[in-house]
């Protein structure tokens, strides 16, 4: 069998097929978890209420990673819940964490009772949905009022993909086709949908019941090492940083 001939007997059929393959990249990199978990805990520690110990969904949590160093960080009153809808990313997240559930943002909508949580940690999913919509509602439905919204993404406005679209080359993080990487830098297929810059982030946010608090960069793991210190620097202005970090509140 001709190498395009076997590449095309292992494409995924859908989505769900993607995401239930092992070998897809199902972490965000430590540098990010690390400043979205320090994001979340500064915002609990200021609430009375949450002193006393907060409910934390995390949504989307893949394999667990990332859910397991929050959960290390976070003072241990809190309780931090995994919630994916893949089977395999489930197995593989109870080996990290103690409580995983599986639930879905379409459908029946996810099986926690309106305004159950104090917070949702919601990293990395929003890119891969056809319906971040009826997502956001989901969440807002879950939240407590004033609860905590902790969004990351790419954003389709990093430094490099000013450079890359002048280039006349497709930005990274950007994907044409489930099979194969096409026309942009890269070797990995990850199911990305939608790719948000920080002005659209806050207005899709805001326009779906939150109070944007703070947009803020976070560096992406898979920049080429010589380029790495150039992304830190960016994040200092998250117009150019790699991946948006962001904090809302439900109005």
């Not at 978990?37 to 394999?63: F, K, M, N, P, Y």
């Not at 943002?105 to 949702?120: I, K, N, Q, T, Y």
């Not at 080429?224 to 970090?245: E, G, M, V, Y």
Request: proline share 8%; charged share 20%; hydrophobic share 45%.
């Amino acid at each position: 069998m001709s190498a395009p001939a076997k590449a095309a007997a292992k494409a995924p059929s859908s989505l769900r097929d993607l995401y239930e393959d092992p070998a897809t990249p199902v972490a965000s990199g430590t540098p990010r978890t690390l400043r979205q978990t320090r994001l979340l805990a500064a915002a609990l520690a200021a609430e009375t209420g949450c002193r006393q110990g907060a409910v934390i969904l995390d949504i989307g949590c893949g394999d667990g990673t990332a859910t397991a160093t929050a959960a290390r960080l976070l003072p241990a009153r809190h309780r931090i819940v995994g919630v994916d809808w893949s089977q395999g990313a489930l197995r593989r997240a109870a080996t990290r964490v103690p409580h995983v559930v599986r639930g879905e943002l379409s459908g029946h909508g996810l099986p926690f009772a309106s305004g159950s949580a104090d917070a949702v940690v919601f990293s990395e999913v929003v890119e891969h949905l056809v319906d971040p919509d009826a997502a956001l509602d989901e969440l807002r439905r879950v939240l407590r009022p004033g609860g905590h919204l902790l969004l990351s993404t790419p954003n389709l406005a990093a430094w490099y993909n000013r450079a890359l679209l002048l280039a006349g080359v497709q930005p990274v993080f950007s994907e044409v086709s489930l099979r194969a990487i096409h026309g942009r830098p890269g070797r990995e297929v990850v199911g990305h949908l939608r790719l948000y810059t920080p002005r659209a982030l806050r207005e899709f946010v805001t326009a779906s019941g939150f109070d944007v608090v703070r947009v803020s960069g976070a560096p992406f793991h898979g920049v080429p090492r010589p380029l790495r210190p150039l992304d830190r620097l960016a994040c200092a202005a998250p117009s150019l940083a790699s991946i948006l970090l962001l904090h809302a509140r439900r109005t």
